[in-house]
């Protein structure tokens, strides 16, 4: 099997569209066996669900990803599991273990932190949340 994670340095990309670089993880008896690394081309990036069908890739994990590539992906059979954050390794580590669930709870999480420190803001209070 194999499971695609595409990253920002080590950490997994919080937005599908603007990936630039995807493991792929080989996973064997449970286990990750090997990962590559691709690069992706700002010119090329609307090709990467191609790229994961040509990869043999059977999941996805990501962060937030627009419903039209969520489509497209699960039409070619590629297991999705989105609103994902955290260092790649203990993503895929997770996900191996059966703990990893798919979700948009960090999305709404970040949108309702950016919404209290806009009405903070108009209220003339100061944010020190970062995000």
Not at 44 to 53: F, G, S, T, V
Not at 58 to 68: D, K, L, N, Q, T
Request: contains cysteine.
């Amino acid at each position: 099997m194999k499971i695609a994670i595409p990253i920002h340095g080590n950490r997994v990309m919080p937005r599908f569209g603007c990936t630039r670089t995807i493991i792929i993880a080989t996973v064997e008896n449970g286990r990750s066996v090997a990962h590559k690394r691709i690069a992706i081309l700002p010119r090329n990036w609307i090709a990467l669900p191609e790229i994961l069908i040509s990869e043999g890739v059977s999941v996805m994990i990501c962060g937030g990803i627009h419903p039209r590539f969520q489509n497209f992906i699960e039409a070619r059979n590629i297991r999705l599991i989105w609103g994902i954050v955290g260092e790649w390794q203990e993503v895929l580590q997770a996900y191996l273990q059966g703990t990893l669930q798919s979700g948009s709870d960090f999305c709404l999480h970040r949108r309702d932190q950016r919404n209290a420190r806009f009405r903070r803001r108009q209220q003339g209070g100061k944010s020190h949340a970062s995000i």
